[in-house]
């Protein structure tokens, strides 16, 4: 049945101008200016005047300038029409010069250019293209969706529908009609239509009924009952998920978020604005996209992610930014909410009052949801850091908008606003009014849902007390059945269970006997193998304190050798000596740097390789006297080495840093030197070398070895069982890959 009123609808309004939707969004007004001036006053003429037109009427946003030239180009393409004698042109005309009259609000010319389809269609006795027709101006009425003329629009198609018996047509004009009365508060009424439309869906084996469970959440949540809102909007999603029909699910996710939020549980109310976010971002629908990122941030901001809503926020902004009035006007509220949960009032004045202005200029309906929310925002703010007089200001707007529109929810919270300002302004009276209507209303709410639940838990009751009766009662006759055997077996139970006692009592006996003595023997054990421990810890100390006095002496014996070859030094002349006595100064220190940490350090058998590469760069730096010219960046992993291996690792690095420092860099502004020391995914240790000096002039040859340092490197890393390479890349890279499996990843402390 769908389908035949999607073909209707193709037949009545889309064919006679699929060519003006046709490539639309490639003619822009100036072309199209210039194909009529050149056109034949012919139907080719009317089709370039209502695709005009047209272009005018779906642009984005409602500025009254575009919807009046629309209207002069829909009323020369009707003038011509009719001068042609075209029906088919002049219907197609007439349909969307009705649908501008009624997005600009006047309802009599509106109606009047639909009539005049309708009458056509009623003389030829159409009833279902006159159906159509109707239901078309009833959708159109989008600035009076309060409107009884909507509700009679859509009751004149569903009496047509009744007459040509298709069931379906019907019933969605009866929701139609429902949907109105929704947004006119008439909430029995509602509710009532709606549930008669889910049992005249389901006669004829009708489906998709989320949209009626959505209406019947918004039912309830006009009525204040949180619980049945919750439930209906649960049905709406299980009913998208069973149908497959996920066109709408942005929204139902947002919808059911909005009812988590005010039932306090933000945690599950996010999860699923987090899924309409995902979706809208997808469809680059960015409009819609910031008004969901501020129920998204409320929920952040409610779970106390003040920091991260507006981290979030700003991230936001910064990718998507802000294309039109309205995203300024959700982006202004959305930070003026992140600044007050983070106590930065100045900040969240100033924002809240630039979303009120943008919407004083956007939305025409002051009384819509748009400004209710800016109001409430800023009301709220107001109290909260007691500026009274001006919170009072606006939530006198708020109660003055129609009935109908704000749920008891937020009039409750409106109540107990305007309880604190009368209350601060020391008028008693009006404050325990305003107090006793929030008790009023936050009682019924929550006593609702509270009478709600206890109904279920009892219906749950009950039905397991039932369950257990059952169970009982079979249980009673079976224990009947078998009561007189059992009463000859009990005799026999107690002549061998007394037997069976006596023998228990023996063996329990003899068991106590036996679990004494091992008790003895046990404790004897401890005592032996406490007094070992005893003695085995005092050893590890003294093994400790003479191992770390070993590692004193032996630091203090290369500081003696370093001063000796520094004395040497001040009497050598020849230049490739004393370059020699200060290389090995160097050696000798990476190795006392070793025993230096291992005396101070609680583990002595262990180097922890950060602190001490970090040692070794630091005295090579003053050692050369580098200062600034030479930038060092060590990545080193958290690995301790025992003395076999951090020994052989110190004097290459002594090596390699020394060679890089006096002939790598030519002295550039900057020369760098990178250290890395990592372990690899096969429990390697990968040691690395670079710098962005001058490289090697060739490829060097390891195994031709021209100098004591090449040498001493290669020999050192065959001894850790490692491997070498050097490379030749925008400066020298020395790698080293080392088997070991003493790799700790534990930093050793120093002592104090």
Known sequence: MKKKLLLLWIVLFVLPFYIIAQNLADNTPKSLVASILKSKPDTNRVDLELKLGTYYLLKPGDDKIDLDRALKFFNQALSLSQR??????ELAVLARKGDCYLQIGDLPNGKASFMQIIRYYQKRGDKRKEATVWSRMGECMIKRRFSDEKVLSYSHARSLYQQTHDKLLETDEFLNIAEVHVYQGKTNLAENELLKIIEQYRSIHYRKLQRVYELLASVNRLKGDLRKDLFYKIETIKSMEATADTSEAPYYYYKAAETYYDLKEYNKGVNYIKKTLKAVKRKQDYVNYYLIMVEYLRGLIGEGKEEEALQFLKNTVKEIPPSSLVQEERMNSAFGNCYQALHEYGKAEKYYLAAIDIANQVFEDKSGPQCFMDYKQIGDFYVNTKQYKKADFYLKKIVAMP????TPLMISRIQLLQFKIDSASGNLKSAINHYQLYKKLTDSIYNATKSKQIEELQIQYETSKKDKDILLLKRQSQLQQNQVSRTKAIRNVVTGGSVMLLLLLGVGYNRY???????????????????KNVYLERLLRDNEWLLREVHHRVKNNLQIVMSLLNSQSA??????ALNAVQESQHRVQAMSLIHQKLYKSNNVS????????????????????TGQNIYFELLIDPISLDVLHAVPVGLILNEVITNAIKYAFPHGPDDRIMITLQQNEENQLALTVRDNGKGFSQELDLSKRTSFGLTLVSGLTQEL?????????NGTILSFTFKTELVNHLPIKDIN
């Open 513 to 531: 006997r036996l679990k004494q003595r091992s008790n003895l023997l046990l404790q004897e054990k401890q005592k032996e193998i406490s007094t």
């Open 606 to 625: 262990n180097i922890f390789m950060p602190d001490y590469i970090d040692d070794l760069v630091e005295y090579l730096k003053d050692s050369f006297k």
């Open 571 to 576: 009497y050598l002349q020849d230049e490739a």
């Open 403 to 406: 009935e109908g529109f704000v």
């Open 84 to 89: 042609l004698h075209s029906a088919k042109w």
């Open 721 to 729: 069982g490692g491997e070498i390479k050097i490379e030749n890349q």
